[in-house]
T-cell receptor, first 109, second 115 residues
């Protein structure tokens, strides 16, 4: 089967750095996505990795290792508004998005 | 980098009306566009694949006459939800690519609410 694993919940302190991991097993691979979703709102696109390595975009960075079936989302200089769920999703060979259950990130002052 | 613009980001409509969602590739020509839908509390699901100048290929269970897809140019695809019902309320997202094995670029999605 196909599945995406990521931690259910993480807690971090304002101003700190947090890394959210995601491992996947899918039928084929056409890219991995990270989305941010605040409660009651639609997901917001954060990043898309299709090649190995680190993609940096402001305070957020996303890393991919295709050989390990592994990605992480790195959030720096955490702000209270970063409290949200972070969803990892993989595009398989049929261009279907396989989604993780999401990681709820709690930021404490 | 390549940008896909999806519009509108949010729309509220009444039951029985139709809603059109646009997906534009701003700085590249997209031969293929994909439309996804997120069901409440579930994953995004592929609805259809559209290729410029030809009919869209719909996934099993997706009503062709209800979700009209038009990919008339290499930079624009539209999804029209016809005779919308409250159960059509969902998050719709498009993506675009330049061909096989090319990275896809995603729009930011459209939140549709049907009252």
């Amino acid at each position: 089967g196909q599945n995406i694993d990521q931690p259910t919940e993480m807690t971090a302190t304002e101003g700190a750095i947090v890394q959210i991991n995601c491992t996947y097993q899918t039928s084929g691979f056409n890219g991995l996505f990270w989305y941010q979703q605040h409660a009651g709102e639609a997901p917001t696109f954060l990043s898309y990795n299709v090649l190995d390595g680190l993609e940096e975009k402001g305070r957020f960075s996303s890393f991919l290792s295709r050989s390990k079936g592994y990605s992480y989302l790195l959030l720096k200089e955490l702000q209270m508004k970063d409290s949200a769920s972070y969803l990892c999703a993989v595009l398989n060979s049929n261009y279907q998005l396989i989604w993780g259950a999401g990681t709820k990130l709690i930021i404490k002052p | 980098g390549a940008v896909v613009s999806q519009h509108p980001s949010r729309v509220i409509c009444k039951s029985g009306t139709s809603v059109k969602i646009e997906c534009r590739s701003l700085d590249f020509q997209a031969t293929t566009m994909f439309w996804y839908r997120q069901f409440p509390k579930k994953s995004l699901m592929l609805m259809a694949t559209s290729n410029e100048g030809s009919k869209a290929t719909y996934e099993q269970g997706v009503e062709k006459d209800k979700f009209l897809i038009n990919h008339a140019s290499l930079t624009l695809s539209t999804l029209t939800v016809t005779s919308a019902h409250p159960e059509d309320s969902s998050f719709y997202i498009c993506s675009a690519g330049t061909g096989e094995n090319s990275p896809l670029h995603f729009g930011n999605g459209t939140r549709l609410t049907v009252t």
